[in-house]
């Protein structure tokens, strides 16, 4: 029979797969020694199995009633006892992190008789209540399906009707009647009564946590992380530790070293007297971790000394979750921590220098899409601009966008095409499609380890939190700044995440200082100086090469500068446009041979002039010509427009202008149901006389020209949106006869490949054929494509200027991860 359970003490992170990330890692910090509280991993071969048959697979009761009875043994308590009960939570945990995208119960095991035995062993009844006033609120939503707002709503009308600001100034009567409040909502809503069975309670919340999997939040994170669907999630099973047992008590997020900008230390939140769930929501304002220091000395030392040791150990940036339960550290959950950009490079660096890890796996640290979010712009600091308010700097980066107060809002306008910012008092997991949607986040309350920062972090969002200057109003969707300033919504804000400035209006952008290096070798911070040694790194292990799509000769340089080792798209449609674009209309309207060839020749001297500067600009690597692609209405003004134009004309009793006409006639000539797979590309070249053969001989003569004056030209010819083998040979041969013909007449061999680009789905099932006939070709590229053309073994991609570094970042990581696999073999 299959293992469905295992024990902390049976586990490790080198079985991340089956146990999830928060098991392995809890499991993990048992083996090293760390104050950990006692538990098991229901594993998630148990949720997959679970979700695709909608039964408990056969023994995992039995399995789980066993790791339970051995808790109970080792605390020597048992669950629900009406003197002194042990209380467990089931959280969940998948293989890679989902931060507040799947179900969590805590206080499990209490009911109407062991919250009193509760009271009693803790010396606290506020406590016992307030914990099973919570555990009730968790319970009803997660496992019963009872909407958080009822809840809500009943806590604000017991707050309002005992005049208390805050729910801690609620006593411990006051919580009692919430229970009981809170169980009738259950009552009404469900039909059912909240379960008194502590057995019954674990396993309706191991199941509720197997569905959360498929819960509406979580897929949206997934796609959005690229985290596969089948993994399924683990679920922990853990006895509880108390922070809000007084103050003493308490509980916080930690980071070894600052997510935001990787300087070393501990930097987190810390909250007195509260459990976990209460620092990461960001319902209540949360004390810098510093504070700790002054708060419980001994603690903190206890608490540095095991995040010294589980940096060490992991070898990298760790998140860490703690609680001190009357002056006793427990250490809760440790993970690889989410980081921005600036501060994976500034990490990976670092631990390079401390002799933690390799010049190898700082590069497979640092990401391609990190390096392009280096890259985008940030506010001038010179400009002047109103503040409304200031806040935690949670995620750097510079947005401007509408405010907006709900997620939904927040999809709807970023759908019409319009940048928003969301603005909420504190995020939960269900404010995930508005935070995908807009460019940054604001909140009132929270701060570096909240789930707004968290989330936004992870997915290069801009993000400000905790910006107390701001009070935030939902329901009026607005929200009022300290000077009495009032932003409604769709008011134009600007947020800066590196600063945690908000600004009334638009603030203007400047280019940040990673792009003023790629641009002119200006190293300004550490940051950018690790940034350059990790592209040097990946140029020297990486074997694609990288070329870049340029049309002009400002963006051949501009590709130059940034790294580019040729052209792999020269797009030559582009080069008619503007006042060119009379000539190419020439061409299409010509009635005769030589009204086409008058044309033609006049575009010969101004399409060699362009080659002629992008070769210069590339001099020595290869640049691949594409000839002519779109059809030819498309150098047209628009039919419809152009009917419109003339019958207004008519109607109003004039002449339409005898080129209208002419025009008119020709788009009328060449329209096509799907121009997009109709007479372009190749087959515009073969039905025109001499389009072909001019452009190849412009390519020919700049090759010359370059030549000619001690250049190292390397031209290529690109035969676009070819279906059929005979397509490029017909043109193939008429372009090698007109290079052959200039090389004869100026006594320069050309020498230019021709190849083609394979796009339409006949092409690649015929591409072996088409190979036989062709000699080069073209791959754009992004991280993700980047390592499967590197795994398949192409030769080299190419993609915009702006984008090389990124594709040499990736290239050289692409090629560490082979060596890994082969290492591994």
């Not at 990288?546 to 051949?556: C, Q």
């Not at 628009?638 to 134009?645: E, F, N, S, W, Y």
């Not at 009793?653 to 002419?662: C, F, Y």
């Not at 339409?760 to 190979?771: D, Q, Y």
């Amino acid at each position: 029979m299959a293992r469905y359970v295992y024990g902390f003490q049976d586990g490790g992170r080198d079985r991340v797969d089956l146990l999830g990330g928060k098991g392995a890692n809890l499991a993990e910090m048992t083996r090293l020694g760390l104050p950990v509280p006692p538990g098991f991993i229901v594993t998630t071969e148990a949720c997959c199995s679970f979700l695709a048959t909608g039964e408990e697979p056969e023994g995992l009761s039995l399995d789980v009633s066993r790791h339970l009875s051995a808790l109970e043994s080792a605390a020597g308590r048992l669950l629900g006892q009406s003197d002194d009960p042990l209380l467990v939570s089931v959280r969940s945990g998948a293989r890679f992190s989902m931060p507040g995208m799947m179900e969590t119960v805590l206080d499990i095991s209490l009911n109407d008789a062991s919250v009193r035995g509760l009271a009693k062993v803790s010396g606290d009844e506020r406590f016992a209540w307030d914990s099973y006033r919570r555990l009730v609120q968790m319970y009803g939503t997660t496992v019963m399906g009872v909407e958080q707002a009822l809840f809500d709503e009943a806590m604000t009308l017991l707050k309002e009707a005992r005049g208390a600001p805050d729910d801690l100034r609620l006593d411990a009567s006051d919580l009692a009647c919430l229970v009981e409040t809170y169980k009738r909502v259950i009552r009404n809503e469900t039909g059912r009564d909240f379960p008194q069975s502590p057995a019954q309670q674990i396993e309706e919340a191991i199941r509720a946590v197997f569905r959360s999997w498929n819960a509406e939040r979580a897929p949206l994170y997934r796609r959005r992380e690229h985290i596969p669907d089948d993994l399924g999630t683990a679920v922990t099973v853990q006895r509880m530790v108390f922070g809000n047992l007084g103050p003493v008590s308490g509980s916080g997020v930690a980071f070894t070293r600052d997510p935001a900008t990787g300087r070393p230390g501990l930097y987190g939140d810390y909250l007195p007297n509260a459990q976990g769930e209460d620092v990461v929501s960001g319902v209540q304002d949360t004390v810098p971790l510093a504070e700790l220091e002054r708060l419980d000395p001994h603690s903190y030392r206890q608490l540095r000394d095991h995040a010294r040791t589980l940096e060490r150990h992991y070898r990298d940036l760790c998140d860490l979750e703690f609680t001190i339960e009357r002056g006793t550290l427990w250490m809760l959950q440790t993970r690889v921590g989410k980081r921005t950009a600036e501060a994976a490079i500034a990490i990976a660096t670092e631990l390079v220098q401390e002799g933690l890890i390799s010049h190898d796996e700082d590069l497979a640290g640092v990401s391609g899409d990190g390096l392009a979010r280096l890259m985008f712009p940030r506010f001038d600091a010179s400009a002047t601009g109103t503040v409304l308010a200031r806040g935690v700097p949670a995620s750097p980066g510079a947005a401007v966008g509408a405010a907006v107060f709900d997620s939904t809002e927040a999809v709807r306008r970023a759908a019409a095409g319009e940048k928003v910012v969301l603005v909420r008092e504190e995020t939960t997991p269900d404010d995930l499609p508005g935070t995908v949607a807009a460019q940054a986040v604001l909140t009132g309350r929270g701060g570096k380890t909240s789930h707004a920062a968290v989330v936004a972090r992870g997915m290069g969002k801009v993000c400000v939190c905790g910006a107390q200057d701001i009070t935030v109003s939902t329901e009026a969707r607005r929200f009022t700044a300290r000077d009495g300033s009032v932003v409604e919504e769709g008011t134009v804000i600007s947020i800066d995440g590196s600063t945690g400035a908000v600004y009334s209006g638009t603030i203007p952008l400047v280019a940040s200082a990673m792009m003023r290096y790629l641009e002119s070798g200006e190293q300004a911070d550490d940051v950018v100086s690790a940034v350059a040694q990790a592209l040097h790194h990946a140029d020297s292990v990486r074997r694609l090469e990288i070329r870049a799509n340029a049309d002009t000769p400002e963006d051949a340089a501009r590709a130059r500068g940034f790294g580019a080792q040729g052209i792999g798209l020269c797009r030559t449609e582009h080069m008619f446009l503007g006042e060119r674009r009379k000539l190419v209309e020439e061409m299409i309207l010509a009635r005769t041979d030589a009204e086409r060839l008058r044309a033609l020749a006049a575009l010969l001297p101004l399409q060699r002039s362009d080659f002629t500067a992008i070769l210069e600009a590339m001099d020595g690597f290869p640049v691949t010509i594409r000839l002519l692609d779109p059809p030819l209405h498309e150098f047209l003004p628009d039919r419809t427009d152009l009917a419109v134009r003339i019958a207004a004309t008519e109607a109003a009793g004039g002449q339409p202008p005898a080129h209208d006409l002419e025009l008119l006639d020709a788009v009328s000539r060449m329209h096509e149901e799907n121009p997009m797979l109709g007479l372009r590309g190749v087959r515009l070249g073969l039905v025109v006389p001499g389009l072909v053969a001019m452009q190849v001989q412009a390519v020919a003569e700049a090759v010359v020209e370059r030549t000619r004056a001690g250049g190292s030209p390397r031209a290529e010819i690109m035969v676009p949106l070819v279906g059929a083998v005979e397509e490029l040979r017909l043109a193939r041969k008429e372009g090698t006869r007109v290079l052959a013909e200039v090389g004869e007449e100026t006594g320069v061999p050309v020498q230019c490949p021709v190849g083609t680009m394979t796009e339409p789905p006949r092409a690649a099932l015929t591409a072996g054929r088409i190979a036989e006939e062709a000699e080069c070709g073209e791959h754009g590229g992004d991280p993700e494509s980047i390592h499967f053309f590197h795994h398949v073994g192409l030769d080299y991609v190419s993609c915009s200027p702006y984008r090389v570094p990124v594709a040499r970042l990736e290239a050289g990581r692409a090629a560490l991860e082979r060596m890994d696999t082969s290492d591994s073999r």
